[in-house]
């Protein structure tokens, strides 16, 4: 079973509105977690990194929020461009652990 | 700075080949990683360098072998391909292996036959 679970597995929505993505892990104990933005055909590109003491994160029009006592994130996009459309992956990773473990990923399209 | 640049882009290649993919990063990063991503699954870790003279296996390692050539470069050998490592690679890099920012490179698509 994999440490990172990710819903929705695919989301689409319109231009101008908002989404929310959701980020499960399991990956004990905890070190940081980050999102990344994943364009067709590219390498990911990393949107936010948050360490246990944070609970949330901006960039942009990305807000990213942990709460390590459930061991849940989600990476909320406000107000969505068609550049948006990409895929969005959360990564965990465990102290003192050399290893990071990737969601699947989401997939959002944003329509006009 | 064109930060992590991977060779080639694309390659096909005849089971039982072999052949090395290249990266090179003008970051002056210490950790380098080479990753597989596979349709449906989360990138899956490979091997990485945390610095350089170091490697070490991550999750996916069996028939795979790496060299970190100097600071800048990270390369990752198939010996023997095999249809199982059709995938994409991904290399990357970080400046210390920590919460730094982590930097992908294009990727290259590679296809065993």
């Known amino acids: 079973k994999n440490q990172v679970e990710q819903s929705p597995q695919s989301l689409i929505i319109l231009e101008g509105k908002n989404c929310t993505l959701q980020?499960?892990?399991?990956?004990?104990?905890?070190?940081?977690l980050r999102w990344y933005k994943q364009d067709t055909g590219r390498g990911p590109v990393s949107l936010t990194i948050?360490?246990?003491?944070?609970n949330t994160k901006s960039n942009g029009r990305y807000t990213a929020t942990l709460d390590a006592d459930t061991k849940q994130s989600s990476l909320h996009i406000t107000a969505s461009q068609l550049s948006d459309s990409a895929s969005y992956i959360c990564v965990v990773s465990a102290y003192n652990n050399n290893d990071m473990r990737f969601g699947a990923g989401t997939r959002l399209t944003v329509k006009p | 700075n064109a930060g992590v640049t991977q060779t080639p882009k694309f390659q096909v290649l005849k089971t039982g080949q072999s052949m090395t993919l290249q990266c090179a990063q003008d970051?002056?990063?210490?950790?380098m990683y080479w990753y597989r991503q596979d349709p449906g699954m989360g990138l899956r870790l490979i091997y990485y360098s945390a610095s350089e003279g170091t490697t070490d296996k991550g999750e996916v390692p069996n028939g795979y072998n790496v060299s970190r050539l100097n600071k800048r470069e990270f390369s990752l050998r198939l010996e023997s391909a095999a249809p199982s490592q059709t995938s994409v690679y991904f290399c990357?890099?970080?400046?210390?292996?920590?919460?730094?920012?982590?930097?992908f490179g294009p990727g290259t698509r590679l296809t065993v036959l």
């Open positions: 970051m002056n990063h210490n950790s």
């Open positions: 980020c499960n892990y399991t990956v004990s104990p905890f070190s940081n």
């Open positions: 948050m360490t246990f003491s944070e």
């Open positions: 990357a890099s970080t400046a210390s292996h920590s919460t730094d920012t982590q930097y």
